[in-house]
């Protein structure tokens, strides 16, 4: 920096040109802090840059992304709030981050909004395919049985906006269709992928191999010795066409193996970690929530205990509130109300105290007698009077399932 000339200027001169290198400094570190996904770095570069007065709406949209990223709605929803209450004007960045906002959250309606209001000239593929992305996750009841038309009429419009569709696109079709359990036309859509001349991506196979994993859960529900579980053969196919293109992931081996404990094939499930393991992945929590539900299903409750409290452990995973649900059900399933007791035991010295909402789905009654008995079952939501020492009495009711005897 030059020498100051001693003129009345000089000193005004020297603190704006000390102020736009902080800013570029500061401009360098936000978008820094969003590369590595470092949201609280970022939050605080956009402050010091509020401080200065030089927050704009390119700033705003660094963090916006991130926040979208990262998945954090809530962050996300107050930015924008700020933004308006800041009086910092939106610009088509803007308006991209809330479609990508609006898919993230699955509400398609918001991403459609988005879209129109972004001039039809200026509107890209990636815009058409967010649109996409948000109608696949979209759950709710004000789309149910539109997802498929409303998706059809976008990949229409791109195409008449003379978009060529890409893997993404394509992709998205296939997400639409695993989340309703629809594996032949997940599959039909990776037949168009690849005759367009495209190369399925991680995310194209991990969507295909859901497909299949949300048919094997349905079909899991109706299954019977008439009416058995699909064989997995067809899903295997998918994970070793990932395998041999180079696309598979720690994702999608989860998924194989979720698909195995679904149809209570425990060994061929731990083969497929074990497979994912030799090919360097390391095993997750969601590995470890896999290996839980296959062992409570196949009747093996101490050893998904042992997931809980000695493999979770070891990845640094806090089992959670479903954890010790599932592990109760499968005790209760057993008949064991020893092993239910020691179970509601370790989940209080883990923080969670088990209630009658977490076992909805079992065939208890939860009825709230006045009679006189025990206090010792209320981490179970049943009624004082179940038994004349407080315990729990499984019997069969008449529909074959197990309840509590009313005493």
């Known amino acids: 920096m030059a020498p100051s000339s001693g003129q009345p200027g000089d000193g005004v001169d020297n603190q704006l040109a000390l102020d736009e290198d902080r800013v570029r400094v500061l401009e360098d570190a936000l978008r820094a802090a969003a590369e590595e996904y470092d949201t609280l770095g970022a939050q605080r570069r956009l402050e010091d840059l509020k401080a200065l007065g030089r927050a704009d709406v390119q700033h705003y949209n660094v963090l916006l992304l991130l926040l979208s990223r990262v998945r954090d709605m809530e962050g996300f929803n107050a930015l924008l709030d700020e933004m308006e209450k800041e009086g910092i004007a939106q610009d088509e960045n803007t308006i991209r981050q809330r479609m990508a906002g609006a898919m993230i959250a699955g509400d398609s309606a918001q991403a459609r909004l988005h879209l129109d209001s972004i001039p039809e000239s200026e509107r890209s593929l990636l815009d058409y395919t967010c649109v996409l992305e948000a109608i696949a996750a979209d759950d709710s ?41 629809d594996f032949d036309r997940a599959q039909s859509w990776m037949g168009r992928l690849r005759s367009a001349g495209l190369m399925p991506i991680r995310d194209t196979f991990t969507a295909l191999l859901m497909a299949y994993g949300s048919a094997t859960e349905r079909a899991a529900q109706m299954a019977s010795p008439e009416n058995p579980l699909p064989p997995a053969a067809e899903a295997r196919k998918v994970l070793d066409e990932a395998v041999r293109e180079g696309q598979d992931s720690v994702d999608l081996f989860n998924v194989m193996a979720d698909i195995y404990a679904t149809g209570d094939q425990l060994e061929s499930a731990m083969e497929v970690i074990a497979e994912m393991e030799g090919r360097g992945y390391e ?36 089992p959670d509130r479903d954890d010790f649900s599932l592990l109760v059900q499968g005790a209760i399933g057993q008949m064991d109300q020893a092993l239910v007791e020691r179970i509601l035991k370790i989940a209080e010295e883990h923080g969670i105290v088990l209630s009658e909402d977490d076992f909805q789905q079992l065939d208890w009654d939860f009825s709230d007698d006045e009679d006189e008995g025990s206090d010792d079952d209320d981490d179970l939501g049943g009624s004082e009077s179940d038994s004349d020492d407080g315990e729990i009495e499984f019997v069969d009711d008449e529909e074959g399932g197990r309840g509590k005897s009313p005493q």
């Open 283 to 318: 095993r997750n929590a969601d590995t470890m929530a896999i290996l839980l539900f296959g062992n409570v299903l196949r009747g093996d409750v101490e050893a998904g205990l042992k997931i809980v409290l000695k493999d979770m452990k070891k990845l640094g995973v806090k």
């Open 141 to 181: 009841e004000e789309a149910a049985g539109m997802r498929v038309s409303n998706a059809l009429e976008v990949m229409e419009e791109l195409q008449a906006k003379g978009f060529t569709p890409d893997v993404m696109t394509y992709t998205a079709f296939i997400k639409l269709h695993a989340s309703d359990g």
